[in-house]
């Protein structure tokens, strides 16, 4: 049943312009409703977001599929994502890269996304409890940066940790009214050049991180 309706939204992603296959087959291997409550299992594979507590969301697959996609990523990469999230956008990540580093401020979801990659054996994420702003300077630097939280623009601390020739995909603007997703590419001089992609709305990106007082 979930399988059938799986294949269904893979071609509905590939009707809508997500054409690279090695995308597609990346969502086709994840099972999404194991990234979703257990009340919306039978909604897992459809194209909308849906709700994973503390008021934050699993992204649209679409959404998911677009942004990956215009990461041109390739198979020796290392990523970093801002807000984990449930981990879906880096359990796709994940299939079509070296590592994936992913950093979420709420303690209690990266627990839980965390507890998910494990069960599906998905060992090349690497997570860490935080504010997203500060990247993950010990890792740096990253060939890739994905933001799944809208700032009203990427931190300097974040360009900082990217390599030559890296690709950054952030939406961008004002936090709570309707985003634009850009995609930003390191030059070799130093510049960034930036591109608008298309309108998105993403939750915002906050300040510090939240968890149990004993851990923070
Ligand atoms: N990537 C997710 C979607 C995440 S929603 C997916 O696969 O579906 C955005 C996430 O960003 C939320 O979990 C939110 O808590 C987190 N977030 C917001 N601001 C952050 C910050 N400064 N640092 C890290 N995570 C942040």
């Known amino acids: 049943m979930l399988e059938a309706r799986k294949i269904r939204l893979v071609m509905e992603l590939r009707q809508q312009g997500i054409t690279d296959q090695a995308v597609l087959s990346a969502i086709e291997k994840v099972p999404r409703e194991a ?7 039978d909604q897992a594979y459809e194209n909308t977001a849906l709700p994973i507590g503390h008021g934050q969301t699993i992204s649209q697959p679409s959404v998911v599929g677009f942004m990956t996609q215009a990461l041109e990523i390739g198979p020796r990469m290392k990523i970093l994502e801002v807000g984990t999230g449930c981990g879906y956008q880096a359990a796709v990540l994940a299939g079509l890269c070296r590592r994936v580093y992913s950093i979420e401020r709420f303690r209690e979801l990266l627990r839980e996304a965390e507890k998910r990659l494990l069960d599906l054996r998905v060992n090349n994420v690497t997570t860490k409890w935080g504010d997203g702003a500060s990247g993950w300077p010990e890792q740096a630097p990253f060939d ?43 030059m070799p001089d130093n510049t960034w050049e930036k591109e608008e992609l298309w309108p998105v709305r993403f939750v915002p990106m906050l300040d510090g991180k939240v968890g149990d007082n004993s851990e923070q």
């Open 35 to 41: 990234f979703v409550p257990e009340s919306f299992h």
């Open 144 to 186: 890739r940066m994905i933001l799944t939280a809208a700032a009203t623009e990427v931190p300097q601390e974040l360009l900082d940790q990217m390599s030559e020739n890296g690709i950054i995909i952030a939406p961008v603007g004002e936090t709570s009214r309707e985003q634009t997703l850009i995609r930003m590419r390191h």
